[in-house]
C-alpha cells in the first residue's frame, strides 16, 4: 500500500484552506438582506435627454442588482419640460424606492429640478440649498402673455399640484412655485411639508429615512437604509457627452465657430485646418440641436445674417448689408433657443462678443481680398507684362527667339537684336509669342 508523502499533504491542506478563504470572502462580499446597500447618482447642470436616459437607465440597474433605493443627488438651474415629464414619470413609476436629494450645500433645485424633488418617494435638502422658481417662460425670457402663455401656466401648475398629490406634499406651495415663481431654503421648506428631511450628509440622510414607509408601484414598502452600502454610478460615455453639448452656450459656440471654420477655408483655400476644424464643430452643434429645442426662424435669421456680412464684402451697398446682418445676426442668436419649453438662455454677453469676432473677421478677410483683387496681376498672360527674362536664343527684327521667364521658356520677338544670355523685359503678349525689348543690364543689377 503506498503512502502519502507528507510535503504533498500539506500542500493539499493548503490550496483546501485557501480555497475555502476565497469562497468566504465572495460571499462576505456580496450583498444580502442584512448589508443593504443603494445607488447613487449625481446630476448637475441643466435637465436635458442625456439625464433622462441616465436617471431611467440607473432606476433598471439599481432594480436589476437587487438595491434597496436609488438616490438622485441633484443641482440644476433647470432644462426641458420635455425631460422633465419622462424624469417625473419614470420617478413615480419606479420599481424600487428613489430618493432626491438636493446638494450639496449652495446647490438648488430650480425650475424643473423641483418637479424632479417632488418626484421622489423621499425628497431631502441640505443645509444651504433651495428649491422653486418653476414659472415658465416665453421666447424673450420673459413671462408668458395670452391665451397660450394662460394655457402654458395652468398645464404646468397641475402638472406640479398632480406630483405633489401624488407623494402627499404640499399642492398648494407647488402651484405658487409654477404662477408666482416661488421659492424657498431648506428649513421653511421642510416646515411647508415641501421636502421631507433636511440632512447634511448622505449617511444622515439614509438614517432618517429609515424606518419610513413609501408607496412604491402603489404597494407600501418600508425603508431599511441606515448604515447602508454606497455605491455610485456614473454616466456612460455617450450620456456624458450629450450632457454637456446640452449647454446652449457651448452649442452657440461650436455653431459660430463652425461657420467661421468654413468661411476661412472658402476665403483661402487649400489651408484645411479651418475647414476641418469648423465641420467638426458644425457637427457637434447639429448634435446639440437633436437635445435642445431649437427655434429655426432664429437659426434662418443667423444664417440671413452671416450671408448679408459676406455679401457687404462684394457688393457696394454703403453700409446697408453690413448693418443688417448684424441685426438680424443678433436676433436671430436671441431667438435661437426655444424658452417656450426651457428655461435656459444663450449668455447675452457670449452673443455680443460673437457678433462682434464674426463681423470682424468677415469684414477683416473681405478687406483682404478687395486689396488683393486691385492689385497688380500676377498671375496668367498679363502677369508677364513687365517681367525681365534671359534670352535663350538671338532675338533680333523679323527673326524670333526664345526668352526663358517665370520658369517658361515663351517665343519672342523685338525690333532690337539681342544676344543670349541677355536680359529683355517682356511688354506685349501676342498669343503664344511674346514682344520684348531690351534691358539696359547696369540698370537691372542696380533694380
Known amino acids: 500500500m503506498n503512502r502519502v508523502h507528507p510535503r504533498y499533504r500539506f500542500a493539499a491542506i493548503a490550496i483546501a484552506t485557501l480555497l ?81 436629494y438636493v446638494a450639496p450645500a449652495g446647490a438648488a433645485a430650480a425650475s424643473a429640478g423641483t418637479f424632479i424633488t417632488e418626484a421622489g418617494n423621499i425628497a431631502a435638502m441640505a443645509p444651504g440649498t433651495s428649491i422653486g422658481a ?23 401648475a397641475t402638472f406640479a399640484r398632480s406630483i405633489a398629490r401624488e407623494r402627499g406634499r404640499n399642492e398648494q406651495w407647488m402651484e405658487a412655485a409654477v404662477r408666482q415663481s416661488a421659492a424657498v431654503g431648506e428649513n421653511e421648506a421642510l416646515q411647508k411639508h415641501v421636502i421631507d428631511i433636511v440632512a447634511p450628509n448622505l449617511t444622515s440622510l439614509l438614517a432618517q429615512a429609515s424606518g419610513r ?48 471654420g468654413l468661411y476661412f477655408e472658402f476665403a483661402h483655400p487649400g489651408v484645411f485646418l ?42 457696394t451697398s454703403y453700409g446697408v ?22 428655461n435656459l438662455t444663450i449668455n447675452r454677453w ?26 497688380p496681376v ?6 508677364l507684362i513687365g517681367e525681365v527674362g534671359e534670352v535663350r536664343d538671338p532675338i533680333g527684327p523679323g527673326a524670333p527667339g526664345h526668352l526663358f521667364v517665370h520658369g517658361e521658356i515663351w517665343r519672342a520677338h523685338s525690333d532690337r537684336a539681342l544676344e543670349t544670355g541677355s536680359h529683355a523685359q517682356v511688354t506685349a503678349v501676342h ?12 540698370m537691372q543689377r542696380e533694380g
Open 274 to 315: 479651418p475647414g476641418v476644424a469648423g465641420v467638426i464643430c458644425l457637427v457637434l452643434a447639429l448634435t446639440s440641436f437633436s437635445v435642445l429645442p431649437i427655434n429655426f426662424s432664429g437659426l434662418l435669421l443667423m444664417l440671413v445674417g452671416i450671408g448679408l456680412l459676406v455679401a457687404e464684402v462684394f457688393v
Open 20 to 100: 475555502i478563504g476565497a469562497i468566504h470572502s465572495i460571499a462576505a462580499a456580496s450583498p444580502n438582506e442584512a448589508t443593504p446597500w443603494v445607488e447613487l447618482i449625481k446630476v448637475e447642470g441643466t435637465i436635458n435627454p442625456a439625464v433622462g436616459d441616465y436617471i431611467e437607465s440607473s432606476i433598471s440597474d439599481a432594480y436589476g442588482r437587487g438595491a434597496a433605493a436609488l438616490v438622485i443627488e441633484l443641482d440644476t438651474p433647470g432644462g426641458l419640460l420635455s425631460s422633465t415629464q419622462r424624469i417625473v414619470r419614470d420617478l413615480l413609476n419606479a420599481p424600487l424606492p428613489v430618493l432626491v
Open 213 to 260: 414607509t413609501v408607496r412604491v408601484k402603489g404597494e407600501p414598502v418600508v425603508l431599511h437604509l441606515a448604515g447602508a452600502l454606497v455605491v455610485p454610478r456614473e454616466m456612460s460615455t455617450g450620456q456624458s457627452l450629450l450632457n454637456t453639448l446640452a449647454d446652449p452656450n457651448l452649442m452657440y459656440l461650436l455653431l459660430i465657430g463652425g461657420l467661421l
Open 378 to 383: 500676377r498671375t496668367g498672360r498679363e502677369g
Open 321 to 342: 448689408f453690413g448693418i443688417g446682418g448684424v441685426i438680424a445676426f443678433v436676433i436671430g442668436s436671441l431667438l435661437l433657443i426655444n424658452t417656450g419649453e426651457t
Open 431 to 442: 498669343g503664344l509669342e511674346l514682344e520684348v525689348r531690351p534691358i539696359d543690364e547696369r
Open 134 to 156: 418653476a414659472h415658465p417662460v416665453e421666447m424673450t425670457g420673459s413671462g408668458l402673455q395670452g391665451v397660450v402663455g394662460t394655457k402654458l401656466e395652468n398645464f404646468t
Open 350 to 375: 457670449i452673443i455680443a462678443g460673437a457678433a462682434s469676432v464674426l463681423t470682424i473677421a468677415v469684414l477683416g478677410l473681405g478687406y483682404l481680398v478687395i486689396r488683393e483683387r486691385r492689385g
